[in-house]
């Protein structure tokens, strides 16, 4: 997992999930714009998924769990799959809370992700 991309992955998931967020609570139902944007955050994903194993075809490991690092990043790529599947059934507001949640949902795994790869864990006590 390289550093750049997962700052880029997690600021962009971070900020798309607080705009889609305050975008249904303002009464904002799906449209071409939420749905794309959490498309963008799962092609960023797709973008992860190859450095990845490319890193991990060239010898590089996680420090923690490789194989649990590609469980999550597998997981991770079926959430914005589901949110957008949810949004486009149901076109309501709280559909559009509910893509945001789910670049948020995105966020919080990224950092696990990196602390599997890279090994630092934040000890918050």
Not at 83 to 88: D, S, T, Y
Not at 90 to 108: D, M, Q, Y
Request: glycine share 10%; no cysteine; hydrophobic share 65%.
């Amino acid at each position: 997992m390289v550093e750049w991309l997962y700052q880029l992955q997690l600021w962009f998931a971070v900020g798309v999930g607080l705009l889609l967020v305050a975008m249904g609570l303002i009464g904002r139902r799906p449209s071409g714009f939420s749905i794309g944007a959490v498309a963008a955050v799962e092609l960023l994903l797709l973008i992860q998924l190859a450095v990845s194993l490319g890193m991990v075809l060239a010898g590089e490991q996680a420090k923690i769990d490789t194989w649990e690092f590609f469980g999550y990043l597998l997981v991770a790529l079926l959430i914005p799959v589901v949110g957008a599947i949810w949004a486009l059934v149901e076109r309501s507001k709280w559909s559009t809370v509910v893509l945001g949640a789910v670049a948020l949902t995105i966020a919080v795994m990224l950092v696990r992700m990196w602390q599997i790869w890279s090994g630092e864990i934040v000890n918050l006590s």
